[in-house]
């Protein structure tokens, strides 16, 4: 079943039907590029680990003195933006279902089926302790009058290195790369991904 709830609340629907973005016009009518009418919900998981050095201390920025902190980045194949690697929510599935597939398929490519069950329970424990960094409205390019995207966006932290830390990247399908990239100011994401980050880097107390 199709969640057609949206985060923000009660939304206006018209005298034709059709719902209307809470947040405001936007020039364009109709669902646009998007699946479904009014909300459509996303889930986008931060994983992030400490910065490195080869002997395993973790790096500290020389000018602020605070450690740099690195997270899980894809570039999208349609347009060749870094961004968290998040997706739809399938009708029927938990937040948390949809965090760890999404992960999987963007970032982990490289398993093999034997490989995914010798390390899903590690993994499925890995995205049990998540903390919520921003649930609401997503300034989105594909938004239209009548369809917009909303998200979930949960920070997964590898403190130790020892789980998804260590792990070697490799781009599923929907994206062109994938790497660990440093957190600061000057990095520039999809959509309003940078302020998702910048949130996770707060309560982290991390470089910027």
Known sequence: KVNRK???GNYVVNADGY??????RTGIVGRGLLGRWGPNHAADPIVTRWKRDNAGIVEVDKQT???????VAIQRRDSGEWAIPGGMIDSNETISTTLMREFME???NFLKMNERKILQNSIMEFFTK???IYKGYVDDPRNTDNSWMETVAINFHDEENNIVGKLRLKAGDDARNVRWMDLNKEI???ANHSDFVNTVVS???AHW
């Not at 719902?19 to 405001?24: C, K, Q, S």
């Not at 003195?65 to 997270?71: D, E």
């Open 6 to 8: 949206s985060f923000m």
């Open 19 to 24: 719902p209307l973005n809470p947040v405001g």
């Open 65 to 71: 003195g605070k450690p740099v902190l690195q997270f």
């Open 106 to 108: 963007e970032a982990l």
């Open 130 to 132: 998540g903390d919520e």
């Open 188 to 190: 520039n994401l999809y």
């Open 203 to 205: 309560r982290r107390k």
